[in-house]
C-alpha cells in the first residue's frame, strides 16, 4: 500500500545549474516507485580497466541539515560493464557547496566510456541521524561476544 502523493512528503533541494550543466536533465526518480534519482555525465570521459573518476555532473546543491545525499551504482551499469561507485554509498554532506561529482571506477576487462548525458549513478536523499558517544568502563554481555569478521556464519563445503 503506497501514500497518496499529497501524503509521500517531498523535501525540496536548492540546485545551481553550472555553465557545463547546459542541456541536461535535473536528476530525476525514473519511475514512481524509485528510491533513487538518476545523475547524468556532464562531461565526456573514458575509464581504462581499473580506472576512476570523479564525473562532473554540472551542479551544486543545498542540502538541509539533517539530510544527505547517497550516491550509488547503477545496477546495470555495475552488471553489464563493471562500472561502480567505489565509495559506496558516497555522502554528500549538507554543507557541501561545491559541484556534485561521481566517482566511478571500471571493474570491467575493457575501456569504458562515459559520454555526456550518460545516466552513471543514483542519489538517494536520506535523513542523518547524528551519535554520541558514551565512555563506560565495560559492555554488555552479548552472545557473539568479540566474535569479528565471519563469525557469525562459515563457509558451506560443497561435494565433500
Do not use: C
Amino acid at each position: 500500500m503506497s501514500l497518496p502523493p499529497s501524503q509521500n512528503p517531498s523535501i525540496p533541494i536548492l540546485l545551481k545549474r553550472l555553465p557545463h550543466f547546459e542541456g541536461l536533465e535535473l536528476p530525476a526518480y525514473a519511475t514512481e516507485g524509485a528510491a533513487g534519482m538518476d545523475v547524468l555525465a556532464a562531461e565526456d570521459v573514458t575509464l581504462a580497466p581499473g580506472g576512476r573518476h570523479a564525473v562532473a555532473t554540472g551542479f551544486a546543491v543545498a542540502i538541509p541539515q539533517g539530510f544527505e545525499i547517497q550516491v550509488r551504482p547503477r545496477s546495470g551499469l555495475a552488471l553489464k560493464h563493471g562500472i561502480t561507485v567505489p565509495n559506496t554509498p558516497g555522502t554528500i554532506d549538507s554543507d557541501y557547496r561545491g559541484e556534485l561529482k561521481v566517482i566511478l571506477i571500471n571493474h570491467g576487462t575493457e575501456d569504458f566510456a562515459v559520454r555526456r548525458g550518460d545516466r552513471i549513478a543514483q542519489l538517494v536523499l536520506a535523513p542523518v541521524t547524528r551519535a554520541t558517544w558514551l565512555k563506560v568502563d565495560e559492555l554488555d554481555e552479548t552472545a557473539r561476544g568479540e566474535g569479528g569478521f565471519g563469525s557469525t556464519g562459515g563457509v558451506v563445503a560443497l561435494g565433500n
